[in-house]
């Protein structure tokens, strides 16, 4: 049924049109979120789940690191074969309980052919001869027999469960024959560990990455445990564009190993008084550094930075991650505001935080870093634009750079917001009776997808509505981590319940009903008029949040590389053609399709990406060659900085030539 539903053909839906208004007799409606999994306990979870990423960070995964390199990834998969093996006898158990005769049957020759032909199931014969799979355990024998879940537990270790799958893991330890004998009772918690060494690095990863890991979890969780029925229909038109959009989930980094080789540092950031971790993987010699601003409060460590932290590096750059300016990450520790409320402020806190970090990087390794390119995508790419038509104008000291490369840029927040408010209430075009049950079948799709991935390119079985209210959810998830993190630090008492990292539930709840238009309204509004930023007042929004507003400073800047796709639905038909009237096809790259931001995992983007960067090798050959002729060596450059170009000047480092764009360095990252 899934493969019928992604082989589905898109009907186009028109795009960058203006703003549809929801109708009248919707007004009064709400989006009303499929309920989680109970959750009376949360603080206990919470608390459970701290040590679980603590365990995962601290112990884990620098073991599984070792591990991995020194066992190999065939021998790992083997061990695990082997491990599903001896729990044979609790599947044949479960099944037989079950009444399910056909899964004993296939089970029993799955052991037998993976025993015999697979040596001992080190090789997974069964499967590669089609035999089917029919895993059972006493959580599901539970379930069949009619036991309900209870509510949410999180386990030490063992993470997500309830009371009743936490009773059916008993079960299946007493049924694996391994736990009675004494010498060989540590091969299951061997075995789990091997298999855990390939997935610990996502584990961290993700649990880093969110906001608030523990809510994504709780609710995914919800979804995904029950195995509910999920209809695959896709019924109504569908929206090329939002399709495409979502489609960026396949834009990821194609090395498991390339994430954990980077590097983590953290720099003070002065007006804060506290430090900004950033990442960053350098190459062995000196190369151009592209400083990444990733989108809509995306972290250091998402997906799509990564992808692009790695094809950066795979190409001879030297990619430098930070997080969103509206990731709590950044809004803690580097935000001089109690939350993002004013565009020119928070682009003058990344600059900032940026020039903190080049410093450090040029302690750290001197003669390293080349040629400096700022590249932002999304709302990162708004940012890179903001910063690149007010460079003239930037303090002496801040950081300057070579190349600003804009990807998927929107030109008008404004328009931007009214969008993204109404792609989350694309479902009041359902009938109310029906509203709830469609959310949460699209969040069932989500979960079945999420389980097993479609191939890359793939159509994903969302019509209009759902893929729209996927985009929107998005966006307000993120709001809501937003306005949680900036209310936790500055109460403004907009919200009426109580606010408490251990129990946010209710909270949560609540700010959920806010759109992007009612934090402007209700929490953006009095702060920036308290700090006395009035941004009612049409100049000053036109100037913080209209790029059309810098034309001719952006018009005048060179240095500067759009990518765009003619479909974002973040652009109205007005921005692209203000986008080619301004840059011209000479620094202005548009694609047809993609969505926003869902084509990057096609070589033909990812090649207009590099090509935006063509020029810093020859940008760290002059350099070096001033350099050279000015007789500075080292960090003794700095002395004699008054008769330098500004960019030696700044650097302090021997700027030498990447290598030839394409090349690639297999494993040698350089930390």
């Not at 709780?218 to 896709?234: C, L």
Request: aromatic share 10%; charged share 20%; glycine share 8%.
């Amino acid at each position: 049924m899934i493969e019928i539903a992604l082989g589905q053909p898109i009907t186009p839906a028109a795009t960058n049109g203006a703003p549809q208004t929801v109708p009248p007799s919707l007004a009064g409606d709400s989006i009303v979120l499929p309920s989680g999994f109970n959750d009376p306990i949360e603080p206990f979870n919470r608390a459970i789940w701290g040590f679980n990423t603590g365990f995962m960070t601290s112990l884990v995964r620098p073991t599984s690191k070792v591990y991995r390199r020194v066992v190999a990834k065939p021998v790992r998969t083997g061990i695990g074969n082997m491990g599903k093996n001896l729990t044979y006898p609790g599947r044949l158990a479960n099944n037989m309980l079950q009444g399910n005769w056909v899964g004993m049957s296939q089970e029993t020759e799955r052991c037998l052919c993976n025993t015999v032909l697979g040596v001992g199931g080190f090789f997974d014969v069964a499967t590669h001869w089609g035999v089917p799979k029919n895993d059972a355990d006493f959580g599901q024998t539970f379930r069949k027999w009619g036991w309900q879940p209870g509510c949410y537990l999180m386990l030490p270790v063992f993470g997500p469960s309830d009371g009743r799958d936490a009773t059916g893991l008993v079960g299946d330890m007493a049924a694996n024959p391994l736990t009675y004998f004494a010498p060989y009772s540590y091969i299951g918690s061997g075995v789990a560990a091997n298999n855990f060494g390939d997935t610990v690095e996502g584990a961290v990863r993700f649990s880093q990455a969110e906001a608030d890991s523990y809510s994504i979890l709780q609710y995914a969780w919800s979804f995904g445990h029950e195995n509910r029925r999920v209809d695959w229909r896709v019924d109504g038109s569908k929206d090329e564009a939002a399709l495409e959009t979502l489609q960026s989930i396949f834009f990821t980094y194609t090395n498991a190993e390339f994430p954990a080789l980077g590097k983590t540092r953290s720099v003070l950031i002065p007006a804060t008084g506290k430090k900004l971790d950033f990442t960053f993987w350098l190459q062995p010699g000196p190369a151009p550094v592209v400083y990444l601003v990733p989108g809509f409060g995306a972290h250091r460590l998402a997906g799509n930075e990564l992808a692009l932290a790695e094809l950066l590096y795979q190409n001879g750059f030297s990619p430098v991650c930070i997080s969103s300016t509206f990731h709590p990450e950044f809004m803690e520790h580097a935000s001089t505001t109690d939350l993002p409320s004013y565009p020119p402020v928070g682009v003058r806190d990344v600059h900032v935080a940026l020039t903190q970090i080049d410093r450090r990087l040029e302690e750290l390794y001197p003669h390293r870093l080349g040629a400096r390119a700022l590249m932002g995508y999304s709302m990162g790419a708004f940012q890179t634009l903001f910063l690149a038509a007010t460079a003239a104008t930037n303090d002496t000291p801040l950081l300057k750079f070579d190349r600003y490369v804009a990807i998927d840029a929107p030109v008008r927040l404004r328009y931007c917001v009214t969008n993204v408010d109404q792609f989350y209430q694309a479902p009041l075009a359902w009938p109310a009776g029906e509203r709830t049950a469609n959310i949460e079948n699209t969040l069932l799709k989500v979960a079945a997808l999420g389980a097993h991935p479609p191939a890359p390119g793939s159509v994903l079985p969302f019509n209009e509505i759902e893929s729209r209210f996927l985009i929107g959810l998005g966006f307000r998830l993120t709001l809501r981590d937003m306005i949680f993190s900036s209310q936790l630090r500055h109460n403004q008492g907009v919200l009426k319940h109580p606010l408490k990292k251990s129990r946010r539930h209710a909270a949560y709840e609540e700010i959920m009903h806010y759109s992007f238009w009612d934090y402007i309204d209700k929490f953006v509004s009095p702060y920036n008029q308290a700090r006395g930023i009035e941004i009612a007042n049409p100049e000053t929004v036109r100037r913080g949040t209209d790029l059309r507003t810098y034309s001719a400073e952006l018009q005048d800047n060179h240095n500067i590389r759009v990518i765009a796709n003619r479909n974002d639905f973040l652009l109205a038909t007005e921005d692209l053609d203000w986008i080619e009237a301004t840059f011209g096809p000479a620094r202005a790259t548009l694609f047809e399709r993609g969505g926003h931001m869902g084509n990057l995992s096609q070589p033909v983007v990812q090649r207009a990406i590099l090509e935006a960067l063509d020029g810093l090798a020859e940008i760290q050959k002059a350099s070096k060659t001033q350099g050279t002729i000015n007789g500075i060596v080292g960090r003794n450059r700095c002395l004699a900085r008054a008769q330098l170009p500004d960019r030696i000047a700044r650097g302090c480092t021997d700027l030498s030539p990447r290598p030839e764009s394409g090349s690639k360095k297999e494993n040698s990252y350089e930390n």
